[in-house]
Antibody
Framework: EVQLVESGGGLVQPGGSLRLSCAVSGFTFSTYSMNWVRQAPGKGLEWVSYISSTGGIIHYADSVKGRFTISRDNAKDSLYLQMNSLRDEDTAVYYC?????????WGQGTLVTVSS | SYVLTQPPSVSVAPGKTARITCGGNNIATKSVHWYQQKPGQAPVLVIYYDTDRPSGIPERFSGSTSGNTATLTISRVEAGDEADYYCQVWDSSSAHRVFGGGTELTVL
């Protein structure tokens, strides 16, 4: 059974940092590209970042470029999102999602709240 | 950047057919994917590559594209279909994944 489990969310002050993790199981992680997608309270889905299976290709949404860093550890079947210089507008549930051109499997999300 | 436009809401009576549109420039030249999201839950893929259904998704869900519009059609709508629906494409010019704004489906 494919499972994706996010962790690392919480309350952080504006300008602060947070690192999200996504632990996967049930498939060969090293052969799949992955994404982070977020959803602000009461709002729609927003794609955040993409990383290829080897980590050699990375893309970011304009809203987070230069502040967020996506990475992966294929030996640990884990995906990460390092978030720096956080802003109020980064408050959202963050999902990791497996990429097969579509997003065929999603985690349950972790809530990040940026507030003073 | 590429923009996908969805109606904010669609209402339909039980047993009828719901059609949710997703507008984008020459969207028929792209692969369109659709997701269903119920309150408090993660999104679920319901249509991929314009018309294909993942295993476990009822045949009542279908997709199509033409020109500048992609359409998710739900036949014989049930109360359990009430959810938010999002279209999504890959924009090759920016290499970004793009979501539509979402459509709230209400079953009357």
């Amino acid at each position: 059974e494919v499972q994706l489990v996010e962790s690392g969310g919480g309350l952080v002050q504006p300008g602060g940092s947070l690192r999200l993790s996504c632990a996967v199981s049930g498939f060969t992680f090293s052969t799949y590209s992955m994404n982070w997608v977020r959803q602000a309270p009461g709002k729609g889905l927003e794609w955040v970042s993409y990383i290829s299976s080897t980590g050699g290709i990375i893309h970011y949404a304009d809203s987070v470029k230069g502040r967020f860093t996506i990475s992966r550890d294929n030996a640990k079947d884990s995906l990460y999102l390092q978030m720096n210089s956080l802003r109020d507008e980064d408050t959202a549930v963050y999902y990791c999602a497996r990429d097969t051109a579509d997003f065929d499997f999603w985690g349950q999300g972790t809530l990040v709240t940026v507030s003073s | 950047s590429y923009v996908l436009t969805q109606p904010p809401s669609v209402s339909v009576a039980p047993g009828k057919t719901a059609r949710i549109t997703c507008g984008g420039n020459n969207i028929a030249t792209k692969s369109v994917h659709w997701y269903q999201q119920k309150p408090g839950q993660a999104p679920v893929l319901v249509i991929y590559y314009d018309t294909d259904r993942p295993s476990g998704i009822p045949e009542r869900f279908s997709g199509s594209t033409s020109g500048n519009t992609a359409t998710l059609t739900i036949s014989r709508v049930e109360a359990g279909d009430e959810a938010d629906y999002y279209c999504q494409v890959w924009d090759s010019s920016s290499a970004h994944r793009v979501f539509g704004g979402g459509t709230e489906l209400t079953v009357l």
